[in-house]
């Protein structure tokens, strides 16, 4: 038979050995400012079983205490690193790109002036901008618009703002904006952001979400989507090069002409894709492809790093256009600044004539 201390030593052994474990386990993949946190839970946890040998004279309730401090800290662990791990899984919003756009806004538009984009930003536009937004996370109920042509309409502000970014006509995107102008203040610039490529499945879910269906568009392909460049090598014969971006995408430069191609079968069956966009020693090209097979744009960015496709029905969207191609070809939004490529702000310009 143990004795008493024994039993102690060998409950807060076991202890010991638990949490010794879990933290080793995930040492290499935390920071070394989250290790200091989890030696400081580590350190707590062996002190309560000290505390526990201490007030515990009985070896059943100090084995009951002993247990149940386990489990506290493997579940007190595990949800410790399940927010590590989303914490590092989500980029943040505000890095110095949208801190530095945001501190533009504030500094140079007048205070009544709106800011449009997606509900994200909202409350940092409202709180570092300190200017009124379209809707954010806590405003994306509907908004009631008095006395237009004598009634009352309600208008929904993430269908709108979805609307406005997935539409090809500027006038309805203005008609659309306008609704959310201040009192005597025609004020209102537009966020066309690098975050909403990856969230064109919902503006382009919600700008065509139909009461009748209660649901909007689905498709998979309606999509952007990022590729790196994952291999480039010389023709085998001629003096082009052939890029592979993400094993999904290629591009076969040849004598100052670019063909996009999409990859099926491990690379045994290509398509060639209808448009690619693309810069020649720095200057934009754009080549259109009557005899594809494939539908869409591929985007390929300066120095051949990266490819977005660009879906058909996504082409010429005003957020295509905005983002993309900063505004080339639209009268009513006007790019004022571009932060880093990750922000671009766009004056909408509601007098300027057709």
């Known amino acids: 038979m143990l004795s008493n201390e024994n039993k102690f030593y060998a409950s807060f052994g076991v202890s010991f050995l638990i949490g010794l474990y879990l933290i080793y386990r995930y040492l290499n993949f ?31 309730k100090i084995a009951v205490a002993e247990v149940t401090l386990s489990l506290v800290f493997i579940v007190v662990f ?20 949208w801190w530095n756009a945001l501190n533009w806004i504030r500094n140079n538009t007048p205070n009544c002036s709106v800011i449009a984009t997606y509900w994200d930003p909202g409350h940092f536009i409202t709180g570092i901008a300190q ?25 929904s502000r993430i269908q709108d703002i979805a609307t406005v970014l997935y539409t090809d006509n500027e006038t309805k995107a203005l008609k659309i904006l ?4 201040m009192p005597n203040c025609s004020s209102m610039y537009f ?17 065509t979400w139909t009461p009748k269906t209660h649901s909007g568009d689905k498709n998979p392909m309606d999509n952007y989507y990022y590729v790196p460049l994952t291999s480039k090598r010389p023709l085998m014969s001629g003096n082009g090069t052939e890029y592979i971006f993400g094993n999904v995408f290629m591009v076969i430069e040849n004598n ?30 754009m080549l259109g ?6 539908d869409g744009m591929l985007y390929v960015t300066p120095g051949m790093n990266y490819a977005f496709y ?14 993309f191609f900063n505004g080339l070809g639209l009268k009513h939004f006007k790019l004022v600044k571009n932060f880093g490529g990750e922000v671009k702000l766009f004056k909408v310009e509601f007098n300027e004539t057709e």
């Open 256 to 285: 100052g002409t670019a063909v996009p191609y999409l990859i099926q079968g491990n690379g045994q069956y290509v398509m060639k894709m209808s448009e690619i966009f693309y810069f020649e020693n720095g200057i934009p090209r």
């Open 289 to 294: 492809f009557n005899n594809a097979s494939f």
């Open 178 to 181: 306008k609704y959310y102008e």
């Open 191 to 207: 966020i066309a952001s690098s975050d909403l490529i990856g969230k064109s499945h919902w503006w382009v879910y919600f700008s």
């Open 131 to 155: 200017r009124p937004v379209v809707f954010d996370g806590a405003s994306q109920n509907a908004k009631l618009i008095e006395n237009v042509s004598g009634r009352t309409i309600v208008r």
């Open 78 to 97: 595990s949800e410790f690193m399940v927010s590590y791990a989303t914490s590092i899984s989500q980029p943040p919003v505000l890095d110095n790109n």
């Open 310 to 323: 660009i879906p058909k029905n996504l082409e010429n969207s005003l957020f295509t256009k905005m983002y």
């Open 30 to 60: 935390i920071t070394s400012r989250v290790k200091y946190s989890l030696y400081i839970i580590y350190g707590l946890y062996l002190i309560a079983s000290l505390y526990f040998y201490f007030k515990f004279s009985s070896p059943t």
